[in-house]
């Protein structure tokens, strides 16, 4: 055991130590919550409101456990808007995201420990039973060996660790003998095969430590960093990026935990210099942008993704405070602005995928930073994270995923994750340590927040391990100063610290420029021009034709009228010229295809608001191109009535059913425009338009925009939707149970009204019962530019811009008819100018060295052949980055 590794322990006593450390060994590792709390001049939060809270959170995770124990067991996940349990197979393809699920009563297990630190040890108990007697681990099913470690090997070793806490006690788990540790054991052999590959892996023991080794060795020498995919077989990387989200996070998180858990000193230090690569690289604050590990001064991406919302929380644990408080802060505005965090956003916040499956990271990271501080400002945060989850993601059977945070539609989902962690962090938040059953502060935290106890770094090892890595890096050793075990205060004796750090961002999203204030003044501090943004290009303008010569880029005139751009990387006055000319070729790319999106009508939102659904069920609707825009004019709210004829076709013969109503009319046989012409003659104030392919539904078939006849459409003045058979059949099951039935028409889902759901009860039971079922089935829908095969024709508006593929290293084609080719593009600003900063200004030697040490561009001596390949992979991994999906 080494040094640093000893004193972490509890004291405890240490059961089944050979089962332990070969079992925690592929298990995902830990993270110690920090314990120095320091008062803050704001005001705290009174002793009745954290219990308020702290119940509040009780409640919601009473209503998502047991929705799943009602309508899923012994299926791995709920589906909250169908009220079912979610079996794979069964369901339509979700692809990769299905490999989660493994016929395993996914749900159950991965709840097993936020039940004791929820205090629901009798909960716990008859949990563990069942899982005992239910689980089953030998089905023929492939799964993601990721999730089913960190979710299910991670959930049995965590329950675990709590059972026997609890027998120790005296009073519960009584009958226990360690049935889940062997259930652990069992399914990590089972695991093990998937390290067997042609990469050098297929040790007999330690195989995550191995794996480690592994990657380790493959990191980017000169920069320190590792990509995002890597072959199995040749070691070669797939993907050269490199940030902290996702496909990534898990790997840094580890190496700090691991040096926590198995107390060897090898995995500190690498991470140490991971992290030193990070913040050099990386860290762009309050920003965490992805850049290329050979090029690490250049951007690879200009968006960013939720699941780094846990490194504020994993720099808690290195002691880095600021840029921890600084980065929260900047996600936290954006969910201010957004209600949730979408799935990506874009460096100017944004909504670049509008997902959000109840991600638990940004709890997490507000946790521990918490314990860091003590600031009440984070129990405030948390605050704000349950009043938006009780508000938008609650359904009758649950909390459903967000399909879209901008309309406020749902997804049938409900990620066993969200209960592993969410609550369990939420619930620590506003706990004291008189509210826990145990002390929380003897336990370390999995990537999953599963619960192991610290005095397995204790059991692992007597002899100190030899330094592995001294040979590839020099390190400072302040580093180690500020790691775990640390017994300093995290940051300088000023009880206003943390607000002092986070009041230049508070307006960061919707008023201030993308990259800070600090970015902009170092940049005019250094007497240099930031580079020229592609969203600010002007062909006309001839400062900056002078700046893409430097940059190495060219404009031609073509004969059709257009202005084409290509770029030759030789020909840039030097290497961060150079870089900034292909910066400035991939903005390009990226801002046509984003003018391409925003020219797009995006989805609507069809929602439920009469009794007995009070606004709860919220389904996406296609647009049309016809009629008024939702977006601009007032959403419409009235009964729905259908049509007769129902496909809408000719003059309705039921004129008075309709008249003052939303008119319910089906796809098919005649044009959206004709239908709506016919309903709008008989005096609806709005349509719905159901898909005739019985069965059809989001999961399956993408959404489209509904297109006009070719005619003059200025005459029709009502809003129309489109929604899909299985969404549709929602609103016409509810009008075979209540008759009259409610629905708004609007761009997004609006508040529900508290006060009418509280005055309005059902009328019986069985009215509850079937609202909820009829609830339950909401499906939502994302919107995808694809033409309907039968009736629809999207038009294809022109593009400002569009990339052409040459024989150099990139080029970009533009309309000369608009001297700004992206002026339509929302950008955010700062007194009417705002400079957005891609790259930190370096010295060019400095840069020079950082990119590419063998190529001198003074004396130009690589070849113009190497050189070419060399770029054209950059833009390779460009292309390939804008296609990869979380």
């Known amino acids: 055991m080494s040094e640093a590794g000893g004193g972490r322990g509890s004291g405890s006593s240490v059961p089944q130590r050979a089962p332990w450390s070969l079992v925690a060994a592929t298990a995902a590792l830990c993270l110690v919550s920090a314990t120095s709390v320091w008062p803050v001049g704001a005001a705290p939060m009174s002793r009745e409101e954290k219990q308020k809270l702290g119940n509040q959170v009780l409640e919601m995770f009473d ?128 695991l093990l095969p998937a390290f067997n590959t042609t990469s050098g892996l297929p040790y007999p023991r330690e195989y995550a430590r191995k794996a480690l080794d592994f990657l380790w060795e493959k990191r980017q020498r000169s920069s320190n960093l590792v990509g995002v995919t890597i ?19 898990s790997y840094y998180e580890y190496l700090l935990k691991a040096y926590v858990l198995l107390g060897d ?14 913040m050099r690289y990386i860290s762009q604050p309050p ?56 799935e990506a956003f ?124 001294s040979e590839y890096t020099e390190l400072d050793d302040s580093n180690f100063d500020w790691t775990c075990p640390n017994t300093q205060i995290l940051f300088p004796n000023d009880p206003l610290y943390a607000q002092s750090i986070r009041e230049p ?102 929602q439920i608001v009469s009794h007995p659904f009070f606004g709860r069920v919220v389904l996406t609707a296609g647009p049309a191109q016809f009629g008024p825009d939702l977006s601009k004019h ?44 016919n309903i709008q003659n008989a005096g609806a104030i709005g349509g719905i338009v159901i898909d005739d392919n019985e069965g059809s539904s989001s999961d399956t078939a993408p959404l489209f925009q509904m297109a006009g006849d070719g005619k003059d459409t200025d005459d029709i003045k009502i809003p129309m939707l489109f929604l899909f058979s299985k969404e549709g059949s929602i609103i016409l099951d509810a009008i075979r149970e209540y008759e009259e039935v409610e629905v708004l028409l609007s761009d997004k889902a609006k508040d529900r009204d508290p006060e009418m759901e509280n005055e309005e009860q059902p009328s019986s039971e069985n009215d509850s019962q079937s609202a909820e079922q009829i609830a339950s089935r909401s499906q939502e829908i994302d919107l995808v530019d694809q033409e309907s095969p039968e009736e629809s024709s999207v038009n294809s508006h022109p593009e400002s811009l569009s990339p052409v593929d040459t024989d150099s290293a990139a080029s970009v084609s533009s309309s000369e008819q608009d001297s700004n080719p992206v002026e339509n593009l929302e950008t955010t600003s700062l007194d009417g100018e705002c400079t957005d900063l891609d790259n930190q200004l370096q010295e060019q030697s400095e840069t020079e060295e950082d990119s590419n040490p063998n190529v ?31």
């Not at 675990?160 to 889940?180: F, P, R, V």
């Not at 000193?265 to 990070?278: M, P």
């Not at 050189?867 to 804008?882: K, Q, R, T, V, Y």
Request: charged share 25%.
């Open 265 to 278: 000193d090898s995995f500190l230090e690498r991470f140490n210099t991971h992290y030193d690569a990070i």
């Open 634 to 677: 007032k959403e419409t709210r009235g009964f729905v009535a259908s049509s007769k004829p129902y496909n809408g076709c000719s003059e309705l013969t039921n004129p008075e059913a309709v008249m003052g109503k939303i008119a319910l009319i089906q796809r098919g046989q005649c044009m959206f425009a004709e239908k709506a012409r």
């Open 63 to 190: 209503h998502a456990y047991g929705n799943y124990m009602e309508h899923a067991y012994p299926a791995d996940e709920l589906m909250p808007l169908t009220c079912r349990g979610r079996v794979r197979g069964q369901e339509p393809s979700r692809g990769d995201v299905d490999d989660a699920l493994g016929k395993f009563s996914l749900t159950l297990i991965d709840s097993l420990d936020t039940l004791v630190v929820l205090n629901k040890t009798k909960e716990f108990e008859d949990a563990v039973r069942k899982v005992l007697r239910d689980v089953n681990l030998d089905n023929d099913v492939v799964v993601s060996v990721f999730e089913t470690n960190i979710r299910v090997l991670g959930g049995l070793l965590g329950g675990h660790s709590l059972a026997i806490m609890l027998k120790e006690k005296g009073e519960y788990m009584q009958w226990y003998n360690d049935e889940l540790l062997q259930m652990a054991k069992q399914l990590g052999y089972k």
């Open 505 to 606: 961002l508070k307006n960061v999203v919707d008023k201030s420029c993308p990259r800070g204030i600090i970015r902009v003044e170092e940049s005019l501090r250094s007497g240099a021009k930031p580079p020229l943004r592609a969203r600010d290009f002007m062909a006309t303008n001839p400062e900056h034709l002078e700046i893409l010569k430097k940059m190495g880029v060219s404009l031609i005139h073509l004969k059709d009228g257009r202005v084409q751009l290509v770029q030759h990387a030789i020909q840039a006055a030097s290497s961060i010229d150079a870089e900034d000319g292909l910066r400035f070729m991939q903005e390009m790319i990226e801002l046509s295809s984003q003018q391409q999106k925003e020219q797009q009508l995006p989805p609507r939102a069809v």
């Open 287 to 342: 920003l965490l942008l992805d850049v290329h590990i050979h090029k690490p001064m250049l951007n690879a991406r200009t968006w960013m993704d939720a699941l780094l919302a846990f490194f504020p929380g994993l720099q808690v644990l290195k002691g880095d405070i600021r840029p921890a408080i600084e980065t929260h802060e900047m996600l936290y505005q954006v969910i201010k602005k957004h209600n949730f965090l979408p």
């Open 346 to 469: 874009t460096t100017d916040f944004r909504v670049h995928w509008a997902q959000h499956p109840l991600r638990p990271e940004f709890a997490e990271s507000t946790y521990f930073l918490y314990k860091a501080t003590g600031d009440p400002y984070y129990l405030e945060v948390g605050k704000t994270l349950i009043e938006n989850l009780n508000k938008y993601a609650r359904v009758p059977c649950g909390f459903a995923a967000m399909k879209d945070v901008r309309t406020g539609s749902h997804e049938d989902r409900m990620d066993s994750f969200f209960l592993a962690e969410m609550f369990k962090y939420l619930y620590l938040l506003f706990a004291d340590k008189e509210d826990i059953i145990f002390d929380i502060e003897d336990y370390i935290f999995t990537t999953e927040a599963h619960l192991l106890p610290l005095w397995l770094s204790t059991t692992n090892q007597r002899v100190s391990k030899k330094n592995t890595t």
């Open 856 to 886: 001198s561009w003074g004396q130009k001596a690589q070849p113009i052949d190497s050189i070419l390949a060399d770029w054209n992979e950059d833009i390779e991994a460009f292309e390939m980055m804008d296609k990869d999906e979380l």
């Open 231 to 249: 072959n199995i077989h040749t070691g070669d990387w797939v993907r050269k990026d490199s940030g902290v989200g996702a496909g990534i996070d």
